[in-house]
């Protein structure tokens, strides 16, 4: 079986001439994807390729180029299908009518309702917790803070790290806290976190400062701390699943939908119905993250050092991905940088 994974840069002109692998594909068996997610994709489409013989060529880049990308070559888009990470991306995509709603029995079973738009037009693939991390030699399990507002608290002041504004991890979070504890509350807790906290830029950054005790906690995606167990499994932080009592864990998603100029839909959903199903194990797994499908066994790296049976916040990532520009305002009047 010839490989088919190829992938482009983005200066590419055309995808079509660029990976032919040998085996004679024609446009109706490719599917071209723009993504901006860039973890663990071949595996999982190579695997697809295989089972389908249908081939799979991508190009990678920032939410916002492939955006304008797609924007601006509309009918003559070459993309069957725009993947990206975080709630926020998928909400703004579906906002500027870039994807077309599917009737997938499939995805719809496999998917549950949170993690997918009102009109099935885009689908959560795999979840990330963003939680809180501490410094397990500064503080015991009882002492670190199990809620995002008590970072914001006086006790907390210059020992929290945080990443700063321009991440879509940070919106998305405050856009939960808009939607879970109302605007005006959700302003008092960003003001408290931009008292406390020294503001960096990568979510590795803030866990390695942590562990270096620059700061004694944190928010991270909960797949970065995995990732560094599983280089080192003594690194020194240690995970709260923040809320255990109240709203639960805020979880966002990677996620993908047809778009809205596919040249092919049918191929294109049907590599979607794989990544929700048989292929969930190959495009979850080598990032740590928990698969959207609730069938699907989680990771034993991650099911062993975090568990994964925690309160999970069931806000609706459509709901959050549209209070993006709400939560980017509340950062903007506080002045979190
Ligand atoms: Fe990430």
Redesign the pocket.
């Known amino acids: 079986m010839a490989v088919s994974v190829a992938a482009l840069a983005l200066t590419a002109s055309a995808c079509g001439a660029s990976s032919s692998s040998g085996s004679g594909s024609s446009d109706d068996t490719t599917i071209k994807i723009y993504t901006g997610r860039h973890?663990d994709l071949e595996q999982a489409f190579s695997q697809f390729t295989e089972d389908t013989g249908i081939e799979i060529e991508y190009l990678t880049g920032t939410d916002a180029e492939l955006r304008e990308k797609l924007e601006t070559e509309g009918d003559n888009t070459e993309a069957d299908i725009f993947m990206t990470?975080d709630a926020a991306n998928l909400a703004l995509a579906a906002k500027e009518d870039m994807f077309q709603p599917l009737e997938s029995e499939t995805l719809t079973t496999a998917i549950p309702e949170q993690y997918r738009n009102a009109d099935n037009s885009w689908f959560g693939l795999s979840l990330?917790a963003r939680t809180i991390v501490y410094n397990g030699e500064a503080l015991t399990p009882e002492e670190a803070p199990s809620s995002y507002a008590e970072l914001a608290e006086p006790e907390w002041d210059g020992r929290v790290c945080l990443r700063q504004s321009t991440s879509t991890?940070t919106q998305s979070l405050i856009a939960s806290l808009i939607a879970n504890e109302g605007r005006d509350r959700a302003v008092e807790i960003v003001q408290g976190w931009t008292d406390n906290a020294e503001i960096l830029d990568?979510?590795i950054k803030i866990l390695e400062s942590i562990d270096q005790g620059k700061c004694d906690v944190g928010i991270t995606?909960h797949?970065?701390l995995a990732r560094k167990i599983e280089e080192n499994p003594d690194f020194g932080v240690k995970l709260v699943w923040a809320e255990p009592e109240g709203t639960g864990t805020h979880i966002n998603i990677s996620g993908a939908g047809v778009t809205k100029n596919a040249d092919n839909p049918e191929a294109a959903q049907q590599l979607l119905e794989y990544l929700a199903t048989d292929g969930q194990n190959l495009f979850v797994d080598g990032?740590h993250e928990f698969p959207a499908n609730e069938e699907i066994p989680v990771v034993e790296l991650v099911e062993e050092n975090f568990g994964s049976d925690f309160n999970r916040d069931q806000l609706n990532a459509q709901e959050f991905g549209d209070l993006n520009s709400e939560a980017l305002a509340i950062m903007d009047e506080v002045g979190y940088r």
């Open positions: 973890y990470v990330r991890y990568n979510d995606n797949y970065y990032n």
